[in-house]
Nanobody
Framework: VQLQASGGGLVQAGGSLRLSCAASGGTFRRYTVAWFRQVPGKEREFVAALRSSGSVTYYGDSVKGRFTITRDNAKNTAYLQMDSLKPEDTAVYYC???????????????????WGQGTQVTVSS
């Protein structure tokens, strides 16, 4: 499956952005989809994940209550709604997906076999 992330940009602190992750070439509805982010010089950070059912979500502690992950399987697209953005949310955001993700490894980037190209999010103070 190929993933295409989009929707990044520059926003002021307190603002919102919605990222999209469009999938093609696979059975997207069967995949767990996740978002990760990375700042140069730092380790990749788990942001959120959503099971194929669309009803089970997981969030990183730093974004819980501010970000929402959803999916539209009819459109083969996942979304990350980011509200109340902070300067520390500035990073390149990547979407990832795979079909065999066990709970204990769901927050690990190495568990996912398919990745999008990344989209830059910059939050100004």
């Amino acid at each position: 499956v190929q993933l295409q992330a989009s929707g990044g940009g520059l926003v002021q602190a307190g603002g919102s952005l919605r990222l999209s992750c469009a999938a093609s070439g696979g059975t997207f509805r069967r995949y767990t989809v996740a978002w990760f982010r990375q700042v140069p010089g730092k380790e990749r950070e788990f942001v959120a994940a959503l099971r194929s059912s669309g009803s089970v979500t997981y969030y990183g502690d730093s974004v819980k209550g501010r970000f929402t992950i959803t999916r539209d399987n009819a459109k083969n697209t996942a979304y990350l709604q980011m509200d109340s953005l902070k300067p520390e949310d500035t990073a390149v955001y990547y979407c990832a997906a795979d079909s065999q993700i066990i709970l204990s490894s769901l927050r690990m980037g190495s568990s996912y076999g398919y990745w999008g190209q990344g989209t830059q999010v910059t939050v100004s103070s």
